[in-house]
């Protein structure tokens, strides 16, 4: 399994960035997708995931501003980011889990400034 990120950067407060995850070696459509992210110090928290056929949970904390979508014919999953905070500054990592084993990217950085 494969997982690479595309999409980070710097974004004042109230700005938007789009994160992209593309996977290879996967059978894509029969897992679910998430995003995660993780600030020095503090463990990887869960951002948003989204089911095989569709359906999405977010942090509370990004609700109403972040939208996770997947297409499986690329396939890829995003992450839309709206209305960013300094407190949404982290680094951010696709994952999966493949027959009870966890796959990671290699992160991208969000940087957002107030």
């Known amino acids: 399994v494969q997982l690479v990120e595309s999409g980070g950067g710097s974004v004042q407060a109230g700005g938007s960035l789009r994160l992209s995850c593309a996977a290879s070696r996967i059978v894509f459509h029969m897992y679910y997708m998430g995003w995660y992210r993780q600030t020095p110090g503090e463990q990887r928290e869960l951002v948003a995931q989204?089911?095989?056929?569709?359906?999405?949970d977010y942090a509370d904390s990004v609700k109403g501003r972040f939208t996770i979508s997947r297409d499986n014919a690329k396939p890829a999953v995003s992450l839309q980011m709206n209305s960013l905070a300094p407190e949404d500054t982290a680094v951010y990592y696709c994952h999966v889990q493949v027959a009870g084993r966890t796959y990671w990217g290699q992160g991208t950085q969000i940087i957002v400034s107030s």
């Open positions: 989204i089911s095989t056929s569709g359906s999405t």
